[in-house]
């Protein structure tokens, strides 16, 4: 990856991020540029840009004005040729810069220039557990934005994993807000460096999609300011965001796209958000109220664009004096601002970006090697010695399927998605023979429309039964190689947007196949590719050697084939809670998913881990989890002071040793446990992590900073975050549920 230069100018950045509350400095390295105030003969630029577009919105009719607010096309705004203003132009999203739709339906537009890298996904870059690569991600696919004309990324996608059925989860990043916020940051500092801005979504509370058009999310103040907005916020004022989406579903009542104490009070009011809220496609409900509660662009499914509530009936309402023609204008100033800031309207000294390049396909690689979870390795038997290995078995559906587009979901047209068969194509020697035998058939019951993700409450219904002449042919393949590899899992029709899953359960038969074919061959490896938890207790107890891998990008299968060969050391890590069964995690246990028209997240601060480890129920794999080719031991645990002020900064530091035969790198993971604490805490909330890289034999001294802030809760009664003076203790591992060594600190007033 090339350098980067920082695009953005003093004067843009002046424009949002001198605006932003600054009070929340954090220790992150990947920031966005100092911003300097500039000024002309004493009087600050901004008020020239500020006259500049207050000038521009005089010349405007009211038509003009509408037309920048609402769609015009499926994924822009109405440009004003006669004052030289663009449309808004926008793009999904996650997992890179999606196909060019048409201008007025969700058929593609059938370009032939409108390739791009597929990046892996949300679930996958979490796993890395690696803020560079997340600014990496952002760097590159800000690259790609830019070269497609974009001027809007409807990404990162970053609510929370509250249920491991969501059918979003392998989108979205992680059940722990820390992780969330670390991993949100740099990834918008990226794109935004190249004059693209990012839409964070879907704000906020769109955890699930059953429903997802009207339910109604209760959560308690603590648990939605502790858990659901960590990320948002930091989105904000770490980040300077220029956009957000807002999302489909109500919150206490009101629909997040008119949502006041949302949009105006908490997002714009508390924490100084100086850009656009961009409503997701078909959010909006009402003109009034999302004019009033801080709506500024409608976006929208097919239908005539002027029927949008931001079109002919906002003309309506101000011309017959409903809607104050100057509560109009705050939005066209915001979106005329952010077009300014892009440089989209004079356009000199814009980013021109590149795509679909190998730089970038190697960007796709790095977060994808780093990402895969070894989850288990009994017996050293992986990385596989080639040593008189002659044939390699390699079964499953998933061995072949790609998963840049399918189900529901915003996807990518690329022109490389290696498969995990190709993967291994790649990367043996000529001398050993590959025996594919595809297992199983990914079938559904309830018709075509389901594989694209029809809108049901269930989502796609799988046929799970094997063809007893395909289940032969692995049985047969396994039986005569030296080893076996299962590529089984799910893949991106049956994990889709506009639906959750019904179940964990392995769909199309795979349980059945994978206990087959390891009766008959011993030495079979299990790779599991999925976005979201699965439930493999019966498979993990069975199999020796288990391995997870993602929706993994244009190199997702010669980054697994990589790590299997051990050409790299396996350093992903979960960024969720894998449970035993569904009934133990939280929503489920406490019987509050889906809902109907209403949904109470009654677990409260209770998401995830900590929900796990405060009721002591053994999850399958732990958050944080997962195995390396080597070990690692932690030592010497200390703290700079072993008194700490509400105001002061933690410096915590340690020793990472490799003891083991491979180098390789490891995520130090420090959380923290309030054990006197007044109020009802988690057992544990990971507070702090690093990924190191350690030679083999050699160690490593880490410094990590936790400033004495990030222990406060959120009291309900003050409607402030506050820290509890007392004693904390500090535990380092590299799990939520392996803890290596444990410090104590005292908190005074
Ligand atoms: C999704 C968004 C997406 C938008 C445009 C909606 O259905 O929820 O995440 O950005 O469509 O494709």
Redesign the pocket.
């Given at each position: 990856m090339k350098k980067h230069v920082m695009y953005m100018t003093v004067l843009s950045a002046f424009l949002f991020a001198s605006s932003c509350k600054q009070n929340e400095k954090e220790t992150e390295p990947i920031k966005p540029k100092e911003t300097v105030e500039v000024t002309y003969q004493g009087v600050p630029i901004t008020n020239a840009y500020d006259s500049k577009i207050d000038s521009l919105i005089a010349l405007m009719t009211i038509e003009e004005k509408t037309g920048m607010l609402h769609g015009n096309s499926m994924?822009a705004t109405k440009a004003i040729e006669r004052l030289g203003i663009p449309e808004l132009t926008?793009a999904?999203?996650?997992l890179g810069v999606?196909e060019e739709?048409s201008r007025d339906s969700w058929a593609a537009a059938g370009w032939d220039n409108d390739f791009a890298t597929y990046y892996p996904a949300g679930g996958g870059l979490a796993a890395t557990w690696n803020t560079e690569l997340s600014y990496l991600f952002g760097t590159s696919v800000g690259e790609e934005a830019i070269a497609r004309d974009k001027d809007v990324l409807?990404?990162p996608?970053i609510n929370i994993i509250r249920t491991p059925l969501g059918g979003?989860t392998y989108?979205y990043f992680t059940e722990d807000p820390f992780l969330n916020k670390k991993l949100t940051v740099p990834f918008i500092v990226g794109v935004q460096e190249n004059d693209v801005a990012v839409?964070v979504?879907?704000y906020a509370a769109?955890n699930q999609e059953t429903h997802?058009d009207y339910v109604d999310v209760q959560i308690d103040e603590r648990a939605l300011r502790e858990i659901y907005l960590p990320a948002f916020k930091a989105a904000v004022q770490e980040a300077q965001a220029y956009s957000f989406?807002g999302?489909?579903n109500k919150f206490r009542g009101e629909y997040l796209c008119e949502n006041g104490y949302m949009l105006n009070d908490v997002l714009r009011d508390e924490w100084g958000f100086k850009g656009i809220v961009i409503s997701?496609?078909?959010?909006v409900h009402d003109t009034k109220k999302s004019i009033e509660n801080g709506l500024d662009v409608e976006?929208g499914?097919p239908k005539p664009f002027n029927e949008f509530y931001y079109a002919d009936a906002l003309i309506e309402k101000v011309k017959s004096g409903v809607i104050a023609e100057a509560d109009v204008d705050v939005h066209v100033k915001r979106v005329l601002q952010l077009m300014f800031s892009l440089k989209s309207i004079d356009d000199a000294g814009r980013a021109k970006g590149s795509i679909n390049t190998e730089d970038h396909f190697q960007d796709a690689y790095k977060i994808a090697a780093e990402s895969v979870v070894l989850l288990k390795n009994e017996n050293n038997q992986l990385p596989i010695k080639l040593d008189g290995v002659k044939s390699i078995a390699v079964i499953g559906n998933n061995a072949k399927k790609k998963n840049a587009l399918g189900g529901?979901?915003?996807g990518v047209k690329t022109k490389r998605e290696v498969t995990p068969l190709e993967g291994l194509q790649n990367r043996l020697p000529e001398s050993v023979t590959i025996n594919y035998a595809e297992g199983y058939l990914e079938r559904y019951s309830n018709d075509e429309k389901a594989k694209l993700g029809d809108i049901t409450l269930n989502g796609p219904v799988t046929i799970d039964k094997l063809e007893p002449d395909m289940l032969e042919e692995a049985i047969k393949a396994a039986k005569s190689s030296d080893v076996a590899i299962i590529f089984a899992g799910s893949n991106r029709d049956y994990e889709t947007?506009?639906s959750d899953r019904a179940s964990l359960k392995l769909p199309f038969g795979q349980e059945e196949l994978i206990e087959k074919v390891l009766e008959v061959n011993p030495n079979t490896i299990v790779v599991i590719i999925a976005g979201a938890p699965f439930d493999i207790q019966n498979i993990s107890q069975k199999s020796s050697v288990l391995i997870w891998s993602w929706f993994n990008g244009s190199e997702g299968g010669n980054a697994l084939a990589d790590v299997i060969l051990g050409n790299v050391n396996p350093s992903g890590k979960l960024p969720w809670t894998m449970p035993k069964k569904l009934e133990d995690s939280p929503a489920h246990a406490t019987h509050s998913f889906p809902g109907d028209e209403s949904v109470n997240y009654t677990e409260g601060i209770l998401v995830g881990y900590r929900w796990f480890d405060t009721k002591n129920i053994a999850p399958l794999y732990p958050f944080g989890y997962g195995l390396s080719y080597t070990n690692f031991e932690f030592s010497d645990l200390k703290t700079n002071k072993s008194t700490y002020k509400t105001d002061e900064v933690i410096q915590v530091s340690f020793k990472v040793k490799n003891t083991g035969d491979f180098s390789g790198k490891e995520v130090a993971q420090l959380y923290v446990s309030d054990p006197e604490s007044y109020v009802e805490k988690a057992a544990k909330e990971l507070k702090g992590f690093k990924k190191v890289f350690v030679k083999q034999g050699e160690d490593q001294e880490v410094v990590m900073t936790l400033p004495v802030k990030e222990l406060a809760y959120y009291n309900e009664v003050k409607k402030s975050w506050l820290v509890e003076p007392g004693t904390y203790i500090l535990k380092l591992g590299n799990s939520s549920r392996h803890i290596e060594k444990e410090v104590v600190i005292e908190i005074h007033k």
């Amino acid at each position: 990856m090339k350098k980067h230069v920082m695009y953005m100018t003093v004067l843009s950045a002046f424009l949002f991020a001198s605006s932003c509350k600054q009070n929340e400095k954090e220790t992150e390295p990947i920031k966005p540029k100092e911003t300097v105030e500039v000024t002309y003969q004493g009087v600050p630029i901004t008020n020239a840009y500020d006259s500049k577009i207050d000038s521009l919105i005089a010349l405007m009719t009211i038509e003009e004005k509408t037309g920048m607010l609402h769609g015009n096309s499926m994924f822009a705004t109405k440009a004003i040729e006669r004052l030289g203003i663009p449309e808004l132009t926008m793009a999904d999203g996650p997992l890179g810069v999606r196909e060019e739709i048409s201008r007025d339906s969700w058929a593609a537009a059938g370009w032939d220039n409108d390739f791009a890298t597929y990046y892996p996904a949300g679930g996958g870059l979490a796993a890395t557990w690696n803020t560079e690569l997340s600014y990496l991600f952002g760097t590159s696919v800000g690259e790609e934005a830019i070269a497609r004309d974009k001027d809007v990324l409807l990404s990162p996608a970053i609510n929370i994993i509250r249920t491991p059925l969501g059918g979003r989860t392998y989108e979205y990043f992680t059940e722990d807000p820390f992780l969330n916020k670390k991993l949100t940051v740099p990834f918008i500092v990226g794109v935004q460096e190249n004059d693209v801005a990012v839409c964070v979504k879907h704000y906020a509370a769109n955890n699930q999609e059953t429903h997802r058009d009207y339910v109604d999310v209760q959560i308690d103040e603590r648990a939605l300011r502790e858990i659901y907005l960590p990320a948002f916020k930091a989105a904000v004022q770490e980040a300077q965001a220029y956009s957000f989406m807002g999302a489909y579903n109500k919150f206490r009542g009101e629909y997040l796209c008119e949502n006041g104490y949302m949009l105006n009070d908490v997002l714009r009011d508390e924490w100084g958000f100086k850009g656009i809220v961009i409503s997701d496609w078909a959010a909006v409900h009402d003109t009034k109220k999302s004019i009033e509660n801080g709506l500024d662009v409608e976006m929208g499914t097919p239908k005539p664009f002027n029927e949008f509530y931001y079109a002919d009936a906002l003309i309506e309402k101000v011309k017959s004096g409903v809607i104050a023609e100057a509560d109009v204008d705050v939005h066209v100033k915001r979106v005329l601002q952010l077009m300014f800031s892009l440089k989209s309207i004079d356009d000199a000294g814009r980013a021109k970006g590149s795509i679909n390049t190998e730089d970038h396909f190697q960007d796709a690689y790095k977060i994808a090697a780093e990402s895969v979870v070894l989850l288990k390795n009994e017996n050293n038997q992986l990385p596989i010695k080639l040593d008189g290995v002659k044939s390699i078995a390699v079964i499953g559906n998933n061995a072949k399927k790609k998963n840049a587009l399918g189900g529901f979901g915003a996807g990518v047209k690329t022109k490389r998605e290696v498969t995990p068969l190709e993967g291994l194509q790649n990367r043996l020697p000529e001398s050993v023979t590959i025996n594919y035998a595809e297992g199983y058939l990914e079938r559904y019951s309830n018709d075509e429309k389901a594989k694209l993700g029809d809108i049901t409450l269930n989502g796609p219904v799988t046929i799970d039964k094997l063809e007893p002449d395909m289940l032969e042919e692995a049985i047969k393949a396994a039986k005569s190689s030296d080893v076996a590899i299962i590529f089984a899992g799910s893949n991106r029709d049956y994990e889709t947007e506009a639906s959750d899953r019904a179940s964990l359960k392995l769909p199309f038969g795979q349980e059945e196949l994978i206990e087959k074919v390891l009766e008959v061959n011993p030495n079979t490896i299990v790779v599991i590719i999925a976005g979201a938890p699965f439930d493999i207790q019966n498979i993990s107890q069975k199999s020796s050697v288990l391995i997870w891998s993602w929706f993994n990008g244009s190199e997702g299968g010669n980054a697994l084939a990589d790590v299997i060969l051990g050409n790299v050391n396996p350093s992903g890590k979960l960024p969720w809670t894998m449970p035993k069964k569904l009934e133990d995690s939280p929503a489920h246990a406490t019987h509050s998913f889906p809902g109907d028209e209403s949904v109470n997240y009654t677990e409260g601060i209770l998401v995830g881990y900590r929900w796990f480890d405060t009721k002591n129920i053994a999850p399958l794999y732990p958050f944080g989890y997962g195995l390396s080719y080597t070990n690692f031991e932690f030592s010497d645990l200390k703290t700079n002071k072993s008194t700490y002020k509400t105001d002061e900064v933690i410096q915590v530091s340690f020793k990472v040793k490799n003891t083991g035969d491979f180098s390789g790198k490891e995520v130090a993971q420090l959380y923290v446990s309030d054990p006197e604490s007044y109020v009802e805490k988690a057992a544990k909330e990971l507070k702090g992590f690093k990924k190191v890289f350690v030679k083999q034999g050699e160690d490593q001294e880490v410094v990590m900073t936790l400033p004495v802030k990030e222990l406060a809760y959120y009291n309900e009664v003050k409607k402030s975050w506050l820290v509890e003076p007392g004693t904390y203790i500090l535990k380092l591992g590299n799990s939520s549920r392996h803890i290596e060594k444990e410090v104590v600190i005292e908190i005074h007033k």
